[in-house]
């Protein structure tokens, strides 16, 4: 059996084909397009045409935002469609170019070939009620759907069952405070394999400072700056999604290696921002799951960059948080282990692998079943 994943972010990519053999699952052939803003079916068929003789059977898409409906993975059809639309609202960056994949690889593949959502969102399906609700009129809240959903549930899944996988002597993984930084970042906190809080709320938006996107702010900018600047709602909401962030405040980047190079003072503001807001929330979390086992770094920037991790580990050693400053420095998108032996919270660098968790969810709501 060939998998195909298709997982789109909000300026990323990546196709990956896996095979089911009775040892599991094996990634055999993958691409990642950085960058990608244009909706591209090019790129897909390529890839595609790449693999040579090996046949798809089962078509796999990340969809970020799954609303109320949509709490396990599903099989796509003409009513999901509709609703994964209907929610583009609340996920203007990724889930209109989910809905586009979606379309094209039916175009390409045929009408038989089975298509699989995998919901970034359910992951946090069962958040206590004291982190899902906001203190908003309850009525309210409950007539509009209006609590925190949480995001990247697919990349903190990955993170946790490596995790799980490298210390089976601690049950379920402990406490775990997992971290995934890239152009959309969000931190969450797992106790005992279940999450308890995460820093991404209705929408994408809320939480870390992201590449273009602001994260946490007053919502009063948001009736403020349309009363004085005459901006649309609309116009703000496109300039918190994308022109804010990393880019926002550097005027110059939203890329973290840019910015890092840079002498300008701004660049150096936004990483700053970027590392401090991280940082808030390990506290906060920390005080959450009553102290960790472990943090766990992953995604392009938290897998690549040991000066950004170093940041935001920064002064931590009270906490019991001791950063190996040799082994932070030498791990670049391998797995590894970053703190000190004496470190009371291990700390880990995990590469995300999304692709085997969609794969995964996948097979067992189809009834594929992952053997070995």
Same mark, same amino acid.
């Given at each position: 059996?060939?998998?195909?994943?298709?997982?789109?972010?909000?300026?990323?990519?990546?196709?990956?084909?896996?095979?089911?053999?009775?040892?599991?699952?094996?990634?055999?052939?993958?691409?990642?397009?950085?960058?990608?803003?244009?909706?591209?079916?090019?790129?897909?068929?390529?890839?595609?045409?790449?693999?040579?003789?090996?046949?798809?059977?089962?078509?796999?898409?990340?969809?970020?935002?799954?609303?109320?409906?949509?709490?396990?993975?599903?099989?796509?059809?003409?009513?999901?469609?509709?609703?994964?639309?209907?929610?583009?609202?609340?996920?203007?960056?990724?889930?209109?170019?989910?809905?586009?994949?979606?379309?094209?690889?039916?175009?390409?593949?045929?009408?038989?070939?089975?298509?699989?959502?995998?919901?970034?969102?359910?992951?946090?399906?069962?958040?206590?009620?004291?982190?899902?609700?906001?203190?908003?009129?309850?009525?309210?809240?409950?007539?509009?759907?209006?609590?925190?959903?949480?995001?990247?549930?697919?990349?903190?899944?990955?993170?946790?069952?490596?995790?799980?996988?490298?210390?089976? *002597?601690?049950? *379920?993984?402990?406490?775990?405070?997992?971290?995934?930084?890239?152009?959309?970042?969000?931190?969450?906190?797992?106790?005992?394999?279940?999450?308890?809080?995460?820093?991404?709320?209705?929408?994408?938006?809320?939480?870390?400072?992201?590449?273009?996107?602001?994260?946490?702010?007053?919502?009063?900018?948001?009736?403020?700056?349309?009363?004085?600047?005459?901006?649309?709602?609309?116009?703000?909401?496109?300039?918190?999604?994308?022109?804010?962030?990393?880019?926002?405040?550097?005027?110059?980047?939203?890329?973290?290696?840019?910015?890092?190079?840079?002498? *300008?003072?701004?660049?150096?503001?936004?990483?700053?921002?970027?590392?401090?807001?991280?940082?808030?929330?390990?506290?906060?979390?920390?005080?959450?799951?009553?102290?960790?086992?472990?943090?766990?770094?992953?995604?392009?920037?938290?897998?690549?960059?040991?000066?950004?991790?170093?940041?935001?580990?920064? *002064?931590?050693?009270?906490?019991?948080?001791?950063?190996?400053?040799?082994?932070?420095?030498?791990?670049?998108?391998?797995?590894?282990?970053?703190?000190?032996?004496?470190?009371?919270?291990?700390?880990?660098?995990?590469?995300?692998?999304?692709?085997?968790?969609?794969?995964?969810?996948?097979?067992?709501?189809?009834?594929?079943?992952?053997?070995?």
């Amino acid at each position: 059996m060939s998998i195909l994943t298709i997982n789109t972010g909000s300026s990323s990519l990546r196709l990956s084909l896996l095979t089911q053999s009775e040892s599991g699952l094996m990634q055999r052939d993958q691409a990642h397009h950085q960058g990608v803003s244009v909706h591209d079916p090019s790129l897909l068929a390529g890839f595609i045409a790449s693999m040579g003789e090996s046949e798809i059977t089962l078509l796999v898409h990340r969809v970020v935002h799954g609303g109320t409906r949509f709490s396990s993975p599903c099989l796509i059809d003409a009513g999901v469609e509709a609703d994964i639309e209907q929610l583009s609202l609340l996920a203007p960056l990724h889930n209109p170019s989910a809905l586009a994949w979606i379309r094209s690889a039916r175009a390409l593949l045929g009408e038989q070939l089975p298509q699989v959502a995998v919901f970034d969102s359910a992951f946090y399906r069962s958040l206590p009620p004291v982190a899902q609700s906001y203190a908003l009129p309850q009525a309210l809240s409950r007539q509009y759907h209006i609590h925190r959903y949480g995001f990247h549930g697919i990349a903190h899944q990955a993170m946790l069952n490596r995790w799980q996988a490298i210390r089976p *002597n601690i049950k *379920n993984g402990g406490r775990v405070i997992s971290i995934q930084l890239g152009s959309g970042c969000s931190i969450t906190a797992i106790d005992h394999g279940q999450p308890v809080d995460t820093s991404m709320g209705f929408s994408p938006l809320e939480g870390l400072v992201m590449a273009t996107r602001s994260g946490d702010i007053d919502p009063t900018v948001v009736s403020y700056l349309q009363q004085q600047s005459g901006l649309s709602l609309d116009e703000i909401e496109r300039l918190l999604n994308r022109e804010s962030g990393l880019l926002g405040v550097s005027g110059e980047s939203a890329d973290m290696r840019v910015l890092l190079a840079s002498d *300008n003072p701004e660049a150096a503001l936004a990483v700053e921002l970027y590392c401090y807001r991280v940082r808030k929330y390990i506290g906060a979390y920390l005080a959450v799951l009553g102290g960790a086992d472990a943090i766990l770094f992953g995604g392009g920037v938290g897998e690549n960059s040991p000066q950004v991790r170093a940041k935001i580990l920064q *002064n931590m050693a009270w906490l019991g948080i001791e950063l190996d400053v040799t082994e932070n420095e030498k791990t670049l998108a391998v797995e590894a282990v970053i703190s000190r032996e004496k470190s009371d919270i291990a700390v880990w660098v995990i590469p995300v692998d999304e692709a085997k968790v969609m794969a995964e969810q996948a097979l067992e709501i189809t009834g594929g079943g992952v053997t070995g």
